[in-house]
């Protein structure tokens, strides 16, 4: 005879061999099961046990391992001794079918998951032949591009996107199978042909001290093996498990099952025409085959909707005492808005744009959208963006770089705009240089123009102006030009490129070009430079 407690169970309500489990607290508190299960011990035949780790649905539901860790229960013999055997332990997953009922349920939790989700499906990508964003991105003919647009006859990529944003609200954690050639989870070989998105509730990730294994997901109750390099595993984090994470959802159940179980009170009170729990009291003693007859007559008379706010009367001196208080007194709306306020902070979604809170104007609207890019979008999409290229973009080629863009959302736009406006203050006050503007805007110093020049109408000495300093501006120009044009053969490309400045002659920059276009390397360059006395 085996003792086992409610921590060894998964779920002892559901369970046929845990039954019996009391909360604690009074008579109302019992009633409404609040507060904490009393830990009773419960005695199950070894059998029993063997049969509940052998269970289709427990097993389909849990995702048990093959093996079980050991564990220390208490054992009673026939002379009712107890003591302490060790035995195997069940593994048991975390209950996800919990986070996704409150998606469903708390209008407040779909909404700030529909937002981000819809918000981050919009940023626009590209994946460049290296990590330079000026080159050329590679088009849809390219496989790594097609694969992520087209991801399977089903979806999409923003059907994709959605789906993993949501994924990792919820569940904390979102499974991308990379299908390839033969779509065999546990085989490696062959190219990618398609992504598919795997349900974290069905998912389990297999562990140990030196990483993540392999992945496993159950079917219909039958078990399927990923490889690890078939899968792209993305994840929060969780302090008690280094390959788990958390939701968002989950860090705030409390303050959801609030504003759910407040919404259910309200649905509660009005199903009852709006009114109170009711008890009839009678200062008379009442035989139970009058409260019987009464009933009766009171449900004839009253009972049904389209016997509502009539009057009735009783005998015996009945009158009603409520049982439990109108919405008016239990302070719900001040409830409910900190209930939003936990739900939408943990979910990094301003609480105007979520619609919980009309203290907004279009200026601030404004503002709280580039604040949910900045603070909650921006960088999930950055920690996606790198697993991206850890695990997708080097099954094609190592050097390929994908990144989100999200300067180019129309939010962000203004946001550059305000910036490319203050930082070209600062270098018309001269506080900064226009190369250190161009980097802070994403630019490169060899992009900042040529200073226009100044005309100077100092009389000179001879009359033809200061030919050492010309010579200086010209020699500084073609140096510029020169970095330009052995930066670009560095990145494989033509070291012929477009140059204007004040202080070379037209002809010169095309002379100096058409050698350019010519050139096959580096030294070519560097020669057709040295040749115009820039050493």
Known sequence: MTELTKKDTYNPEHSPFFQGWEYTGNRLQKALKLGAKKPLFKTVE????????????????????????????????????????????????????????????????YRCVDIKAKSFASMEWSVYPKEDTKLEPLDETQDVVRVLKEVNPEIN???????????LDIHGKAFI?????????????????????????????????????????MVNGQRRVY??????YLRDYDPDDDFGS????????????????????????????????????????????????????????????????????LSHGFKPEFMQYAPKDLALEEIRKEARRAICASLGVPMSLAGASEAA???????????????????????????????????????LFFTFEPEKLEVMTETTAEKATYLGNLVEKKIIKPETAAIALGFDAIDVPEPQAVPDFTPQNNGFGNKEEDDSKTIAAL?????????????????KCTFNSEHITDGVIETIQEKLEKAQDL?????????????
């Open 479 to 495: 140096r510029k030009f020169k970095r330009k044009a052995v930066r670009r053969m560095k990145d494989s490309q033509s070291a």
């Open 46 to 109: 070894q059998d029993a046990m063997d049969k509940w780790y052998e269970h289709k649905g427990t097993k389909t539901i849990l995702g048990f391992a093959d093996t079980y860790p050991e564990t220390n229960v208490e054992t009673v013999d026939e002379a009712g001794n107890k003591k302490t055997i060790t035995l195997k332990k069940w593994v048991l997953a975390r209950d996800e079918e919990e986070l996704y009922q409150y998606y469903k349920k708390s209008p407040w939790v």
């Open 227 to 232: 490889a690890r390099e078939n899968v792209i």
């Open 157 to 167: 990529w923003q059907d994709l996107a959605s789906t993993i944003s949501k994924d």
């Open 523 to 535: 030294g070519e360059v560097v020669s057709i430079f040295d040749d115009f006395g820039c050493k």
């Open 361 to 399: 104007n279009y200026a601030t609207m404004t503002e709280q959208r580039k604040s949910l890019y900045t603070e909650t979008i921006i960088p999930r999409a950055r920690y996606i963006q790198g697993v991206l290229n850890a695990e997708y973009c080097n099954e094609f080629d190592g050097s």
């Open 177 to 217: 199978w990379k299908i390839r050639t033969g779509a065999d989870p546990k085989t490696v070989d062959g190219e990618i042909k398609f992504l598919q998105r795997l349900n974290p509730t069905s998912m389990k990730v297999e562990s140990d001290s030196t990483g993540i294994s392999h992945f496993e997901q």
């Open 246 to 313: 958390i939701s968002p959802i989950q860090a705030s159940s409390y303050a959801i099952k609030v504003e759910v179980e407040a919404n259910k009170h309200l649905a509660d009170f009005f199903a009852n025409r709006a009114m109170p729990d009711v008890l009839m009291s009678s200062p008379d003693k009442v035989s139970e085959s009058d409260i019987n007859r009464l009933i009766g007559l009171w449900n004839k008379q009253y009972k049904g909707a389209g016997k509502q706010h009539k009057t009735g009367f």
